[in-house]
């Protein structure tokens, strides 16, 4: 079947292959942009996974969270070159919309990008979030925006982390029996290894079960046009999923600090009750 142009660049953007590539894997998957990256990365084509929506300008990520640690935001801010991102204003601007979103009911627990937000009324000014972005635009004479936004509201506590001077953000539901200097080097140092190592998911048993099967065919499909005999395939696709869970999932990661032992075994080791709930990562970029 015929397909767009505009497709085939939108899973060049996702994947890093060739354009030539995404256009036959999109034919070959009858124009399902899903079904395409599954197969660049059956044949090996995709050179790295990146999130739709990718953004290649510069910018910075901000995160606060309230005093009572109930109550936290996470923001990406957009412009085009790394001076404006310096800039005093874009910086002010950015932490006028993230005290805005975490003062606005309606975004509690929230997350997407910013179309959401952008009609929403300041107060006490009375103009709405776009129109205060749009005035900046013109001060400042670059494009600015707002690229996604996150919020989460808990009864637990809360923790924020900012990497690279606003390059990353870290945003991280926790509980814990009580609060103290220990349970905070902990949470502060799981933030550090969200920052570092880009997990997706909390635990094994917090991975969608759409995620594991997509992943077991593909691995299986891989092993099959390797020349696997068919009655091992499920065995080597056991293999690689334990390898799948330690690059993605946050407690079978090896930790930063001690290597030898996952996230999960330093904080069970701990003996400080942490229990990590969820947590949100921005990377400068759309990563």
Not at 91 to 101: M, T, Y
Not at 185 to 211: K, Y
Request: charged letters at 35%.
């Amino acid at each position: 079947m015929a397909v767009s142009m505009s497709d085939v660049k939108k899973l060049r953007e996702m994947t890093g292959a060739g354009m030539l590539d995404c256009k036959k894997a999109l034919e070959e998957a009858g124009g399902d942009i899903e079904k395409a990256k599954e197969i660049l990365r059956v044949k090996g084509l995709a050179k790295a996974e990146k999130k739709a929506g990718r953004e290649t300008k510069e910018g910075i990520v901000r995160v606060k969270v309230t005093e009572d640690r109930k109550k936290g935001a996470l923001i990406e801010l957009n412009c085009e070159t790394d001076f404006v991102a310096r800039n005093e204003e874009f910086q002010k601007l950015a932490d006028r919309i993230l005290e805005h979103i975490l003062s606005v009911g309606e975004n509690a627990n929230r997350e997407g990008d910013g179309s959401h937000i952008l009609p929403q009324r300041l107060t006490p000014e009375g103009k709405t979030v776009e129109e205060l972005i749009k005035e900046a635009i013109a001060r400042i004479g670059e494009n600015i925006r707002l690229t996604r936004y996150c919020r989460y509201d808990t009864d637990s506590y809360l923790h924020s982390y900012v990497h690279g001077g606003g390059r990353i953000g870290v945003l991280i539901e926790f509980s814990a029996p009580e609060l103290n200097d220990r349970v905070l080097r902990l949470v502060q140092d799981v933030a550090m290894q969200i920052a570092a190592m880009r997990p997706e998911f909390v635990s094994v048993e917090s991975v969608p079960q759409e995620v594991l099967e997509r992943e077991k065919r593909i691995l299986k499909e891989q092993a099959r046009q390797e020349g696997k005999p068919e009655h091992i395939l499920e065995k080597i696709v056991e293999g690689k999923l334990r390898k799948f869970y330690q690059e993605k999932v946050l407690l079978e990661q090896p930790f930063i600090k001690e290597d030898k032992k996952t996230v999960g075994q330093v904080i069970r080791e701990s003996g400080t009750g942490v229990e990590v709930k969820r947590f949100c990562r921005f990377e400068l970029g759309g990563i």
